[in-house]
Structure formats: structure tokens, C-alpha cells
């Protein structure tokens, strides 16, 4: 079964510092990528996304991702943290072919420390 | 402003009852999602829709009802067969065409009394 495994549970950054969060998808043809944040008891909100094309997107709030195809990941980072960027993070892949069907990681609790 | 509205945002059920999540967009999106979350697992599909009067199951619909008889509005009911419906569900929608992101309400926290 196609899967999508963000491997950080929790994730705990002093603010200034870089973040990368991993994530790696089973193998599929072409998948489409999204990373999603969540704030507690809050619906999710597009960070970014990849279709095609260059394989660094470029986010919202400073985000940005690259595509791996021969790593099967999409990693997202962020050169320097801020405290409000305390949230959980959400990797989804459409595997079917861009007809929207999504599969969503686990995610990842960030803590940002002062 | 266009977006989702997702209500009521706490919920709370009594065994054995069936009970009904609101789920109305403005966005004259064609698609809306219902997904479940649970603590450590992501989200799942419970139903989906991309047009009116037709949906389709995902992922986890046992348990679970939907109706789209308006575009505008696809409402998800959790009946008494579903053993373990304490969760925070998610109403998403999009609009027409491939390569389109979801766009989510904020969310109803369902509740077992």
C-alpha cells in the first residue's frame, strides 16, 4: 500500500536555529506533494507544494522544500525558526495522479524554545 | 471572506446516538473532503465528493454517512455503528481540475458522553 512516513514524532528547535522535517513517501509514478501546518485545534494551511518543475518550492512564512525523486522524500526546511512557527506539520501525497486523493504522514509536533 | 465553516466546534454524543457535523463552503469548490485525526496518526478519508449528489468512500467509512445535495454544503453523519468516533474531523474542499490544493475548515472535535 502506498505510504507516506514523516520519521520525527516530536522535534524540539531553539528559535534562530534551521529546521528540516523528513519526509519520504513509498514509491509511486509522479506523485504530487504537499506540506500542510497545523495549529492546535485548528484546520490545516497550505505551506507549499510540488507538481513538477524545479525540484526547490518555495513556501509561505519563509518555507521551502525539496523533491527527491531518487530518495523518494520531500523535505521541508526553514533557514531560521521563529517562536510562532510552533505548530505540527503535515506531509500529504496525492498518488493518483493529481485527481486529489491525498495520503497524509503521521506529522510533526515542532516546539520552538526562546 | 470566502472559506469553510466547520460546525459545531465541540460535539459531544451519547452511546448509541447518531449525530451530524455541518460542513458549508463558499469557495464554489466542486470536491469536499471528510477526513478523521487521531492523536500520532495523520488524517484519514472518510468520504469524499467531487460532485453534487455523487460521493465516494475513502479510506475509513465504516460508520460513517454523508449527503451533497448542494454543492455548497456536504454534511457527515457518525452513527452508532461507529465504535470509536472520539475525533477531531476535518472538512476539506477544492475546486475543480487536477494539481489543486485542499482547503480546510477549522475543525469539529466529536466527543463520546
Redesign the interface.
Known amino acids: 500500500a502506498q505510504s507516506?512516513t514523516?520519521p520525527d514524532?516530536h522535534i524540539t528547535v531553539s528559535e534562530g536555529a534551521s529546521l528540516e522535517l523528513r519526509c519520504n513517501y513509498s514509491y509511486g509514478a509522479t506523485p504530487?506533494l504537499?506540506w500542510?501546518v497545523q495549529s492546535p485545534?485548528?484546520?490545516?494551511?497550505?505551506l507549499l507544494?510540488y507538481?513538477s518543475g524545479d525540484t526547490l518550492v518555495q513556501g509561505i512564512k519563509g518555507f521551502e522544500a525539496e523533491f527527491k525523486r531518487s530518495q523518494s522524500s520531500f523535505n521541508l526546511r526553514k533557514p531560521s525558526v521563529h517562536w510562532s512557527d510552533a505548530a505540527e506539520y503535515?506531509c500529504?501525497v496525492d498518488f493518483s495522479?493529481?485527481?486529489?486523493?491525498?495520503i497524509?504522514?503521521?506529522?510533526t509536533r515542532l516546539a520552538v524554545h526562546p | 471572506d470566502g472559506g469553510?465553516t466547520?460546525s459545531p466546534k465541540y460535539l459531544f454524543r451519547k452511546e448509541g446516538q447518531n449525530v451530524t457535523l455541518s460542513c458549508e463552503q463558499n469557495l464554489n469548490h466542486d470536491?469536499m473532503y471528510w477526513?478523521r485525526q487521531d492523536p500520532?496518526?495523520?488524517?484519514?478519508?472518510i468520504y469524499?465528493s467531487q460532485i453534487v449528489n455523487d460521493f465516494q468512500k475513502g479510506d475509513i467509512a465504516e460508520g460513517y454517512s454523508v449527503s451533497r445535495e448542494k454543492k455548497e454544503s456536504f454534511p457527515l453523519t457518525v452513527t452508532s455503528a461507529q465504535k470509536n468516533p472520539t475525533a477531531f474531523y476535518?472538512c476539506?474542499s477544492?475546486s475543480g481540475g487536477?494539481?489543486?490544493?485542499?482547503?480546510?475548515?477549522?475543525?469539529t472535535?466529536l466527543s463520546i458522553l
Open positions: 507516506v514523516q514524532i504530487y504537499f500542510y485545534g485548528q484546520g490545516l494551511q497550505l507544494k507538481f503535515f500529504a495522479g493529481g485527481y486529489n486523493k491525498l497524509f504522514g503521521a506529522g | 469553510i466547520q470536491a477526513y500520532g496518526q495523520g488524517l484519514r478519508l469524499y476535518l476539506a477544492l487536477a494539481f489543486q490544493p485542499q482547503h480546510f475548515g477549522d475543525g472535535r
